[in-house]
């Protein structure tokens, strides 16, 4: 089966540019950089989550859904743009929050407000699970919702945070199509992708997508901004042998292709770290482009420090893939992170 013959529906600008970051390099030396610009996905404020939701609203339309659930973070981009892709098709939406709900409404929850979500629902005691793919607490109150919506006569359909993991799969394998075809008009061929990896369904379509059209040749690196590196390779082979199996693919994928590092979360889940402010100010001062504190500044301290330390040869091209979420810079709790130089 071939990926084309999944239902989609187009809700962001596709293909996202890919940019040259010379004054980067400059600085820290080392390989060709290029920066991946899901951020300038378009609806919403853009970022990776829109290419996703365009198989999961596929889905939602067909069941004939008036009302879209789903669950993330206070702070969370994919509630933002399931919220915004739910407007654009004329959708309700309904968002769970792990989490306290802030004194102030600040960031991503502020653009929840202006976009008109209809409920927001905050519970449990923190922002992301910290090993599993569920969240009973999240779980429990969707069901409730659900229960409630159905009795008034209403089709709720529920989109997992981060989308179906094998949606991301789809998305993020078409989007190494895209870099591919972007690099040879360049003269270029990729020879490493570096993601943020959260809920994972980014890089294992990324890991899908460089066997299904490089033979495996671009490799693929997440760096964790939450759970450890075990936990997140043994997911990401689960998830990409499911979608080779939907896709009904003879190939596999080696466990050593899927390489995540996790020594740069730092504390915890969107708690600010040192390298993630230098990662920040470092790509906005030589490049103006911003990154978020959240994923992105993260997986850029990981990318850094991985040239500093000599992973990569000076005639490698590394594509770092900008996942979005640039309105987490202007929460309350990740501001303070950027109040001094």
């Known amino acids: ?37 899901d951020d300038l996905s378009g609806l919403g404020l853009g970022g990776n989550k829109l290419r996703k939701l ?26 933002r743009l399931t919220a915004a892709a739910a407007n654009r098709l004329g959708l309700r939406s309904i968002l769970v929050l792990r989490g306290d709900e802030p004194a102030e409404t600040t960031g991503n929850l502020l653009i929840n407000r202006i976009l008109g979500v209809e409920e927001v629902h905050f519970v449990g005691g923190g922002g992301f699970p910290s090993r599993g793919e569920r969240d009973e607490v999240a779980d429990r ?41 972007q690099c040879a008009e360049l003269g270029i061929a990729a020879d490493a992708v570096v993601t943020a990896v959260g809920t994972t369904g980014t890089q294992t379509g990324l890991v899908l997508g460089s066997a299904l059209y490089a033979g495996g040749e671009i490799d ?3 760096i964790s901004v939450a759970n450890d590196r075990q936990t997140l390779i043994d997911r990401i082979a689960r998830q990409a042998d499911e979608a080779l199996s939907v896709l009904e693919r003879s190939i596999s994928i080696p466990r050593d292709a899927i390489r995540v590092f996790d020594e740069y979360v730092g504390s915890g889940y969107g708690r ?8 920040v100010r470092l790509t906005a001062r030589t490049e ?54």
């Open 54 to 79: 365009e198989f999961a609203m596929a889905d939602a339309l067909a069941q004939d859904a008036t009302v879209v659930i789903t669950i993330g973070g206070p702070q969370s981009n994919h509630a």
């Open 1 to 37: 089966m071939q990926i084309g013959q999944f239902e989609r529906i187009r809700l962001g600008d596709f293909p996202t540019p890919l940019e040259e970051m010379p004054r980067l390099r400059k600085k820290l030396g080392g390989p060709r950089l290029l920066i991946k610009r």
């Open 141 to 181: 109150k969707v069901d409730e919702i659900v229960a409630r919506l159905r009795e008034a006569g209403e089709r709720p359909f529920v989109i997992p945070n981060g989308c179906r993991a094998l949606h991301g799969a789809l998305a993020y394998a078409g989007c190494i199509r895209e870099v591919i075809a």
């Open 220 to 222: 693929v690196i997440g």
């Open 288 to 341: 103006g482009i911003l990154l978020d504190p959240v994923y992105t500044g993260k997986a850029m301290a990981g990318l850094i420090d991985r040239i500093r330390a000599g992973d990569f040869a000076d005639e490698d091209a590394v594509v770092f893939l900008h996942t979005g979420g640039v309105p987490g810079l202007f929460a309350a709790e990740q501001a303070a992170a950027f109040q001094q130089d």
């Open 272 to 279: 600010p770290t040192d390298a993630m402010r230098e990662a």
